[in-house]
């Protein structure tokens, strides 16, 4: 008997490459950021100047001393009177004492010797002013007639009434004012001015 012998082909499967792929540790290092330094600078020192606070100048209303000169002076207010104007201490009385004692400080305020002027009182009849003007001593007080003049053809913002002032010296003020001759002569003068003086306005 005739072995026959197979050979058995045997076939190998192609075997796959296998690839392997091994992967390095990736490090991702984020890009380096610029280190910022903030030095703060110190702004202009700036200099606010405060205001001062506004002062105003009150004039002194005391009573004269023995040493100092005086004059009355009256005149009326062509304004309509309040029972508060009789009293002092209110507040009406001092509003108008203040608006009336600052004019009439600016009508003296060229005459030499003069210090102040005080409102004595308010009297019904418009309102009828009664003050007293202060001078440095008893020999440098005006006459009555020059401080009449001075009064009556200043300009003022106080609205008198014509014919109403009247001045006399402290020493007459118990009896009622009379006027001198030379006073009656500048009278005419006196007058002339003030219109001199209106119509200029």
Known sequence: MTSATTSAATTAAPTAAVTTTTLAD????????????????????????????????????????????????????????????????????????????????????????????????????????NMTLVFKNKSSVPSACSAHATFTISPTSLNILPGSVNVESSVNSGSAPRPTAFCLAFLPLTLALLMVHLLAN
Do not use: C, H, W, Y
């Open 26 to 129: 990736v490090t991702t290092t984020p890009p380096a950021v610029a280190k910022t330094t903030t030095t703060a600078v110190p702004a202009a020192a700036t200099t606010t100047a405060v205001p001062a606070a506004a002062t105003t100048t009150v004039a002194p209303t005391g009573p004269p001393s023995s040493s100092e000169g005086t004059l009355l002076l009256r005149f009326s207010l062509n304004q309509m009177f309040t029972v508060d104007l009789a009293n002092p201490s209110s507040s009406a009385f001092k509003t108008l004492a203040g608006k009336v004692v600052l004019e009439v400080n600016k009508i003296f305020a060229r005459t030499p010797s003069f210090l102040r002027s005080i409102v004595n009182s308010f009297k019904n009849g418009s309102v009828v002013t």
